[in-house]
């Protein structure tokens, strides 16, 4: 993604002469033109790995005036990392990224590579299955035909730009890598962009952009998504090349304060039931019967306001659906990830410059005819909905989101416009969930505010009656739990005791808890478990339970312990996946679960 202007900051030691005073504006032209005519004079660059022991570092950062650093760490190793200050006059933090710094004669060699090698780029990148490594043959090929005599130093920082603006995000594209942001916010002209991120929330950066490079930087998003923005169409909602959700304003006409854009980063490992119980969305009583009720074809909503965790707690919840069973999901911006072999996955598409519309009706009536054991749909806005509780009430277990802060809230909007479902069709719903983004102590937390049952319709009122089976305790952080018509259908339909079926229950907590423990999060040895689980529910606790003695054994020893059924992983690595939880779930409340290097402060290179 092309971006040529301010690449990095001149080093500020280039703007003083030897004597120490500034340098007039020909001096610092005459000596500019000295170092590119020395640079000029090689002719053969031996480009090696980089090593910072051997040429040293590629960044320069002396701290910010004002500040006091309380965090560091790497982004992009070893070209770019973030910086943390603690204003203490504001007791504000500020977001600050830093890369390599560029002298002036590396400056005007890098504009002359944009130039130069933008077309040869536009053909070749076509033909190449590394695109990074077609990058750096592309600047060493230019390189060498300017006769440049560079350093290894001079040749990374060259090669980091050249990639960051045209397969990159430009100037974001240190924030774009930074594993702990969700969000990022861009206003307007000249405006410092905001980042959400999941141990500092809402924080202002060190970036901004100017008009011409707002505008551009905008127009540039859109053609990457494949799509199309103008004055004329200034408004464009997306999906970027790397799944994140952007939604794109162009000029002044729509948002006076200019060009603006926010990006919802798409997390590349999804969020499975062990991160929701880690980061205390959910308790392992909640999960356990939500495993029980998806197990068993019960059709669940969640709801929430804006961040609160809808989607990425029922991408996690639907790992619990059998393996084998047929799903379908539905999303206008593709953000599920399941785990099954017999998933079809539906993108809605608006009209560019022919053809139709497919809306999410469009699709639903689709999945109706592909038959579907289980329906996902990513929001329900409109008249969608109507569909999705048609294909309720016709035996399909459907799961969707929708923005409501209540139960009350939820059941209203979709009984009046622009929903409009009838309410005879709502009580085929089964679960209603309701989650919320909310501040304890320790920060912002996610969790999960009410799990209600829809019983049906009152036949003296004709309200729709609702119960509850799991409510949050805000004041001590705890959930309290009561009777559940869910599980007494699901002990009918199996007939089971309810000895048998609170046994049951007990069973998925302590395969829960035992995941929990052990750290297992991964979603292919997580699904890959659940599926196991179906196939040899007694294997699976016969093994839990072996494991569970070894640990009580080798506690005192410090011994190996619980070597696991799932410690093989789904790909046979035995490694859990070495990941970030990066707040889609919620858990701004726990540092710990933060796994960034962090930068040594003596060697940034």
Excluded at 61 to 73: A, K, N, P, W
Excluded at 178 to 201: K, Q, R
Excluded at 372 to 396: D, K, S
Excluded at 449 to 460: N, T
Aim: hydrophobic share 30%; charged share 30%.
């Amino acid at each position: 993604m092309e971006d040529q202007t301010d690449p990095a900051a001149t080093d500020r030691a280039d703007s003083d002469g030897d004597d120490g005073r500034p340098e007039s504006t020909l001096e610092t032209a005459r000596r500019t033109v000295r170092r590119v005519l020395e640079t000029l004079r090689g002719s053969e660059i031996d480009v090696s790995n980089y090593d910072p022991t051997v040429h040293g570092p590629l960044l320069e950062f002396d701290g910010i005036d004002g500040l006091e650093e309380v965090d560091r760490y790497w982004v992009n190793a070893p070209f770019s990392f973030v910086t943390i200050g603690h204003d203490p006059e504001t007791n504000q933090y500020r977001y600050h990224t830093v890369e390599p710094t560029l002298r002036e004669d590396e400056r005007v060699l890098l504009e002359t590579l944009f130039e130069d090698i933008r077309d040869p780029l536009l053909y070749r990148e076509d033909e190449a299955t590394d695109v990074e490594s077609l990058l750096r043959e592309t600047v060493h090929e230019y390189l060498e035909r300017y006769g440049a005599d560079v350093e290894m130093t001079t040749f990374y920082r060259l090669f980091y730009y050249v990639h960051r603006n045209f397969r990159g995000y430009g100037r974001l594209d240190p924030i774009v890598h930074d594993p702990h942001v969700e969000d990022i916010s861009c206003d307007g002209y000249e405006l410092p962009i905001f980042v959400y991120h999941d141990e500092y929330t809402d924080i202002e950066t060190n970036v901004s952009f100017a008009k011409d490079d707002l505008d551009g930087f905008v127009v540039r998003l859109a053609q990457h998504s494949g799509r199309h923005i103008s004055i004329g169409d200034p408004m464009v909602e997306t999906t970027l090349p790397d799944g994140s959700r952007a939604e794109l304003a162009l000029g002044e006409e729509v948002t006076p304060r200019g060009s603006a854009f926010t990006v919802r980063k798409y997390a590349d490992e999804p969020f499975t039931p062990v991160d929701l119980l880690e980061y205390g969305t959910f308790s392992v009583e909640q999960m356990a019967y939500l495993w029980l009720a998806i197990e068993h074809n019960k059709s669940l909503v969640f709801a929430g306001g804006t961040a609160s965790g809808k989607t990425t707690s029922m991408n996690a919840i639907s790992m619990f659906i059998p393996p084998r069973a047929k799903v379908l999901t539905i999303e206008d911006t593709r953000e599920l990830q399941l785990y099954h072999d017999n998933w079809l996955s539906s993108v809605t598409r608006e009209r560019i410059h022919e053809g139709t519309d497919v809306t999410m009706y469009d699709l639903l009536r689709s999945a109706l005819r592909h038959r579907p054991e289980y329906i996902v749909v990513g929001e329900v806005r409109g008249e969608e909905a109507m569909t999705l509780f048609q294909a309720m009430n016709t035996g399909h277990t459907t799961y969707s989101t929708m923005h409501a802060d209540s139960v009350q809230t939820a059941i209203n909007r979709l009984e009046n416009e622009p929903i409009n479902v009838p309410r005879p069709m709502v009580q085929s719903l089964d679960i209603l969930s309701v989650q919320t983004l909310t501040r304890l102590e320790d920060g912002r937390v996610r969790r999960n505010k009410v799990l209600a049952e829809i019983e049906g319709i009152d036949q003296r009122t004709g309200e729709l009656d609702y119960s509850t089976a799991f409510t949050w305790d805000g004041n001590t952080d705890s959930f309290r739990s009561s009777g559940s018509q869910v599980l007494e259908a699901v002990r009918d339909d199996r007939g089971w005791s309810q000895a048998e079926l609170l046994a049951e229950l007990e069973n998925r907590e302590r395969v829960l808890e035992y995941l929990q423990a052990n750290g297992i999060s991964d979603y292919r040895r997580f699904t890959a478990l659940v599926n196991e689980y179906y196939a040899d529910s007694a294997g699976i606790l016969e093994t839990i339970a072996d494991a569970s003695d070894d640990d009580a054994t080798d506690s005192d020893g410090g011994g190996d312990v619980g070597v696991s059924f799932a410690e093989s992983g789904a790909d046979g690595t035995g490694n859990d996946a070495n990941r970030t939880k990066d707040g889609a779930g919620g858990g701004d409340e726990r540092r710990n679960g933060r796994e960034h290097t962090h930068v040594d402060g003596s060697d940034h290179g």
